[in-house]
């Protein structure tokens, strides 16, 4: 894993991610979009199974994870639609220099 693809993850994990899991993650999968994708998977099933969505004490606290679970859901969407694009994909525009090639079938159209 380069800098840039270490720092595309960081951007989109958090600077609290562990640098080591990444790069065995990203030697595991190939790709950081993957990467990505795979801790975003994990921290959303940790909110969601691990824990309570929200708890509450009557007139003292009251907290609640539902928000960070739609975050979270929203973040893998972008990610799996291709948003934003990661430095080790090809970029869409690119078609490495050459023309796009075509076929076109011409058909003679009957005389009148």
């Known amino acids: 894993m380069d800098a840039a ?3 595309w ?10 640098p080591v899991d990444l790069e065995q993650r990203y030697a595991r999968l190939g790709n950081a979009r993957r ?3 795979e801790v975003l998977y994990e921290r959303k099933a940790a909110l969601v ?6 708890v509450n004490v009557s007139s003292v606290v009251s907290v609640g994870y539902a928000e960070n679970i739609k975050a979270i859901e929203r973040q893998i969407t ?6 934003p694009s990661a430095p080790d994909e ?3 525009g690119d078609d490495g220099g050459q023309a796009p090639v075509g076929f076109i079938q011409l058909i003679e159209r009957r005389r009148r």
């Open 9 to 18: 993850l960081v951007s989109q994990l958090g600077a609290t991610t562990d």
């Open 78 to 83: 972008l990610l799996e639609s291709g948003d």
């Open 35 to 37: 990467t990505a994708l």
């Open 49 to 54: 199974y691990d824990q309570p969505v929200s």
């Open 90 to 92: 090809p970029d869409p």
């Open 5 to 7: 693809v270490r720092a």
